[in-house]
């Protein structure tokens, strides 16, 4: 399986964007699937996942902001960022939680003050 992430942009604080993580095979085997972020200089982290049956988990700086919901059928995951802040900077990724899927290109978020 590889992921394609995608719908990263620049945007002012309290924007808002979506991103799409679509996969070139099946997630549906894939208990969780989670976004992580990397910020410059500093490790990725894993924001946000989500299992099988819908249910969710969130890094506690973006819980009630950022929603992540998937569709095994369009084999695609998704994170709705609301609120955006400029700490919210950084490469976004989607993968399995934990990962084990080699890591795609990941998709930009620029968040400005």
């Known amino acids: 399986v590889q992921l394609q992430a995608s719908g990263g942009g620049l945007v002012q604080a309290g924007g808002s964007l979506r991103l799409s993580c679509l996969a070139s095979g099946s997630i549906f085997g894939i208990n969780v699937m989670g976004w992580y972020r990397q910020a410059p200089g500093k490790q990725r982290e894993l924001v946000a996942a989500?299992?099988?049956?819908?249910?969710?988990n969130y890094l506690h700086s973006v819980k009630g902001r950022f929603t992540i919901s998937r569709d095994n059928a369009k084999k695609t995951v998704y994170l709705q960022m609301n609120s955006l802040k400029p700490e919210d900077t950084a490469v976004y990724y989607c993968n399995a939680d934990p990962a084990f899927i080699s890591w795609g290109k990941g998709t930009l978020v620029t968040v400005s003050s």
């Open positions: 989500v299992t099988g049956d819908g249910r969710t």
